[in-house]
């Protein structure tokens, strides 16, 4: 299944709540969204009949997102339900981690192939300001949870934000003692500019991958530790667009994913499933297509027709885009 731009689209990310445990400041207000009604949010036998149609068409991965996903419940049972469709190969989530130590092992039996943890800090008081409610034991517990399950690779997400004066060596150096993926992730123009409570993206708190690099390599070497190399024995699977470095001798890597300094539009094989049943072409574009309406109303074919005019509708590039009339939280990332 190819876009007009020639791109392959075979990965689907699908928002399963707006929901969250958390109440990030560059997520969201720190009263949080307005919530969508449980009629506007998707059941499960519609998302697993969305993929149904989308698995015809070439789908082939899932990613399972929120807000948090695992505040939903049956998590598991979908996951059970989307890997037993004709045509798809694998089915990941993104998530805080918080909830992990109680269901890793439930998700794992269920036939989910990875997680994505989301952590912007190793600092405990830090990670309180930026979740607004938050405890950093609890990811970690999430994290430890998702390795003892047997999950490979877990990999960690951290939005790396100017202002938050983040130790980029203390998250890159989770790579070397134990088989964590660590992933930096340019902070991107998603949702409002930067607003007076400071939620909200705004230029001069990106910090570019290649400065991110730098930064990491400059403290290493005043720790007498070595340089972050191209990775060689330790490349994670899976379907990002990250760069991969690793550490002489470590059992992990730090990658750096760059949508705004390094543009990768031109490999996107991707469409977003929000909680309410849009379909989006580009994380960036506002332009969405209701497939929550055409299952209702039209059945299997108009979720058909829904998708590939979705896929004919991906833009070759965001062009620098900022802002989005949905957060972050809104869309699924």
Request: hydrophobic content about 35%.
């Amino acid at each position: 299944m190819k876009d007009s731009h020639g791109r392959t689209i075979d990965y689907l990310r699908i928002s399963l709540t707006d929901r969250c445990n958390f109440r990030c400041i560059y997520c969201m207000p720190p009263d949080g969204v307005q919530l969508m009604g449980h009629d506007q949010i998707l059941a499960y036998d519609e998302i697993v009949a969305i993929v149904r149609e989308a698995a015809k068409l070439g789908i082939k991965r899932l990613r399972l997102t929120g807000g948090e996903p695992l505040v939903r419940k049956g998590v598991s049972d979908l996951v059970c339900e989307l890997m037993a469709i004709e045509g798809i190969e694998s089915v990941a989530m993104t998530t805080n981690g918080v909830l992990l130590p109680q269901m890793a092992d439930e998700l794992k039996r269920a036939g989910l192939s990875r997680v994505n943890i989301s952590l912007d800090t190793l600092d405990s008081e830090q990670f309180r300001r930026i979740t607004r409610c938050g405890q950093l034991q609890q990811t970690l517990d999430g994290i430890e949870a998702a390795l003892e399950a047997g999950f490979d690779p877990v990999k960690i997400n951290a939005v790396a934000v100017r202002s938050l004066d983040q130790d980029f060596l203390a998250f890159a150096k989770l790579s070397v003692d134990r088989p964590l993926h660590v992933r930096f992730i340019e902070y991107m123009p998603v949702g409002e500019s930067t607003g007076a409570d400071g939620t909200g993206w705004g230029k001069k708190d990106v910090v570019t991958c290649d400065e991110l690099l730098d930064i990491i390599n400059a403290r290493a070497k005043e720790e007498g530790m070595p340089a972050l190399l191209p990775a060689q024995k330790h490349k994670p699977s899976g379907w990002g667009p990250a760069r991969y470095f690793e550490f002489e001798g470590a059992r992990g890597t730090v990658g750096f994913i760059s949508p705004l300094s390094r543009h990768f539009c031109s490999e996107c094989n991707r469409l977003r499933l929000s909680a309410d049943g849009k379909i989006r072409p580009c994380l960036f574009s506002d332009t969405e297509y209701d497939v929550r309406e055409a299952l209702r109303t039209q059945g299997c074919g108009g979720v058909r027709e829904a998708l590939l005019e979705a896929i004919g509708a991906k833009p070759d590039d965001h062009h620098d885009k900022v802002g989005t009339d949905r957060k972050m939280s809104q869309i699924g990332g």
